[in-house]
């Protein structure tokens, strides 16, 4: 049954039709428990209070399907304006985006434009961005774009998904680059000619990865709510003697609150990965997939006044 409801939510979050609707009726669907508003300045609120408890964040402006020049362009400025907010606040926040919504689709030139101009101002605010990974169509562009910035700007960071197949080679060629990684499971549904099908194989994959980026000694960002794989990588910490400068946990706004806080008091850099915005759908349809007993709150949500 759970792998029906994550095939189902899955199915939703590509669908444009719903994802316009969405837009339209805003926070009702239950999006404010995964979503931190609608603009910047309403997430800035939510970031510096996040930031008073001890904890840091990653802001992400969302946006899917983005097919005109001027959306990638507007999509670029909004990262611009969170970057200078975070600086201008004193925010301990870095920034997140996803390649599509700034151009990805249209062309190569678009989205590199808009990549340099983001990094820019990354740079001259001291803000770290992170290029989120997409579905395995995109995933060779997105590493591309990735390291042929990151011969540019330091500022810069990516993801990888342990449940592809691949994911041991890509470590291992970006390791080159001595980047800043953030690991995660995956929460596309791609075929099995590239993915692990069974969660088993993905979290023996996904433990396999994290012990090889620490110990190829780049940054990591261990994301998952997973007490095994929280429970692996402290054991990775002892064994080796790994420095908790060295990695972080990060953790989605609006899910395990209470494992957050007690990691942040056992002395963890927790970070938590705070989207906001209107184009909200897509992503709470796929945090529902990774977790289906967040159904609840949808549905609290929908009749809730």
Request: aromatic fraction near 10%; include cysteine.
């Amino acid at each position: 049954m759970e792998q029906i409801m994550r095939n189902f939510f899955l199915f939703l979050s590509n669908n444009k039709t719903l994802t316009k609707v969405a837009k339209k009726y805003g926070f009702r669907f239950g999006a404010s428990r995964f979503v931190a508003g609608i603009n910047i300045q309403e997430a800035a609120k939510k970031i510096k209070a996040l930031n008073e408890k001890g904890f840091v964040v990653t802001v992400d402006h969302l946006g899917e399907f983005i097919d005109s020049v001027s959306e990638a362009r507007q999509s670029a400025e909004e990262c611009v304006k969170a970057i200078e907010i975070i600086a201008k606040e004193d925010l301990q926040s870095e920034l997140s985006l996803k390649l599509t919504s700034l151009g990805l689709d249209i062309s190569h030139e678009l989205v590199m434009e808009n990549m340099h101009k983001i990094l820019q101002a990354g740079k001259e605010n001291d803000v770290i961005v992170t290029i989120d990974m997409e579905d395995y169509a995109r995933l060779e562009k997105t590493l591309q774009i990735f390291t042929s910035l990151k011969q540019e700007y330091d500022n810069v960071g990516t993801v990888l998904q342990a449940y592809l197949y691949r994911v041991e080679e890509d470590l291992e060629a970006l390791n080159l680059y001595n980047p800043y990684l953030r690991l995660v499971k995956g929460a596309y549904k791609e075929s099995e000619e590239v993915a692990f099908p069974n969660k088993s194989d993905v979290d023996t994959n996904y433990k396999k990865v994290i012990k090889q980026n620490l110990l190829n000694g780049n940054y990591t960002a261990i994301a998952t709510h997973d007490d095994e794989i929280i429970a692996y990588t402290k054991e990775l910490e002892q064994t080796y003697q790994i420095s908790r400068e060295q990695f972080e946990f990060q953790m989605l706004y609006g899910i395990r609150l209470e494992l957050q806080k007690q990691l942040l008091k056992e002395g963890y850099k927790v970070r938590v990965y705070m989207p906001y915005g209107a184009d909200w759908f897509g992503y709470n349809m796929r945090r529902l997939a990774e977790r289906p007993a967040n159904v609840a709150f949808v549905i609290k949500g929908i009749f809730k006044k």
